[in-house]
């Protein structure tokens, strides 16, 4: 018997004949394959309204109920309270702190550039100058070295200053002395030194006459102080470091003290005009009878610059010494 491929006979087949090679077809025991995915298999559920709760059931609100507003189109809730919307971010980092404003030495301007141990003077337009008075000097005669205080216009102390000479220049040579005066600051930094070498005061003498240079810091000078030659009226020059006159000072024609100020008129070198002055304060009868502190105010601009400040602080001293310590002396 001819068997074809793929077929099987239910007859047994005669020796010598083997089946074919292939798988049979249509025996029994082999479902014919189905199309798609098997069927579920029991304990698994299919998906679909069965694992969800229905849209309208009771518990789950709408969309557009009340409690729930309808979202609209491109609508983001707000972000926590510090942090920056999505669409806005950080171009260049977090926002820095707010931190206090700077505070300058030189009003109106950026970082003060004068000499160390000033920067105190950019920002008042004020100073007061109080001498010491010396028990010793008011009962004996006897001089001593000077020393002052400088206040502010609210009477806080911000410099001192103390006359460094030797016992025979203060004795001998009396107001007119050679000095120096060291100024420090409330730390007892050496801030500004002020050098007089020793001149002649008598107005018959033009070619010698007062000077004063002022150092700041010591060893560096910032401005001189020099006496012009006047019959009647007292005259300073105030220059610069390079010599250039940039204020003038002219006192009273009379400098002696009648229970009143006396004023020394501080003018500017370019206009001639008024932007200041030093003024020898009255300190009562008593305290200039029999003692020889004097007390000097002196005001200029705000804005001047600290060096011109400082030498016209130097006038101040120099300006007693010549003009009031020797009224003392006298009497």
């Not at 030797?166 to 050496?190: A, K, V």
């Not at 004097?294 to 610059?305: E, Q, R, S, T, V």
Request: net charge negative; with cysteine.
């Amino acid at each position: 018997m001819q068997l074809h491929p793929g077929q099987y006979s239910d007859q047994a087949l005669p020796m010598g004949v083997y089946p074919q090679p292939g798988y049979p077809s249509g025996q029994p025991g082999y479902p014919p394959p189905q199309p798609g995915f098997p069927p579920n298999q029991p304990g698994y559920s299919a998906p679909g309204p069965a694992a969800y709760p229905p849209p309208q059931q009771a518990g789950y609100p709408q969309p557009q109920q009340a409690d729930y507003p309808p979202q609209q189109p491109g609508f983001q809730p707000p972000p926590p309270s510090g942090y920056p919307t999505p669409n806005e971010g950080y171009l260049n980092g977090p926002p820095a702190q707010p931190f206090p404003p700077v505070i300058t030495n030189q009003p109106g301007q950026g970082a003060f550039l004068g000499p160390p141990g000033l920067e105190y003077l950019a920002m008042v337009d004020q100073l007061l100058i109080k001498q010491k008075i010396e028990v010793l000097e008011a009962f004996t005669e006897f001089e001593t070295a000077n020393k002052y205080k400088v206040l502010n216009s609210l009477g806080q102390e911000v410099f001192t200053a103390k006359e460094d000479t030797d016992c025979c220049s203060r004795q001998c040579c009396g107001p007119t002395r050679p000095f120096e005066m060291n100024i420090m600051d409330n730390q007892g930094q050496d801030v500004m030194l002020l050098v007089r070498p020793l001149r002649c005061q008598a107005c018959c003498f033009p070619c010698c006459l007062q000077e004063l240079e002022v150092h700041s810091p010591p060893g560096t000078v910032i401005g001189y102080v020099e006496q012009e030659w006047s019959i009647f009226y007292p005259k300073f020059v105030i220059k610069d470091e390079e010599g250039e006159p940039v204020m003038k000072i002219e006192g009273p024609f009379c400098v002696c003290e009648c229970s009143s100020d006396v004023n020394f008129v501080i003018t500017s070198e370019a206009d001639g005009n008024e932007v200041g002055k030093i003024s020898k304060q009255w300190s009562g009868l008593g305290k200039e009878i029999f003692t020889d502190a004097d007390n000097f105010g002196i005001n200029f601009p705000i804005d001047l610059d600290v060096k011109v400040k400082a030498t016209l602080l130097g006038a101040t001293f120099l300006i007693d010494f010549m003009y009031f310590e020797k009224q003392q002396n006298n009497n």
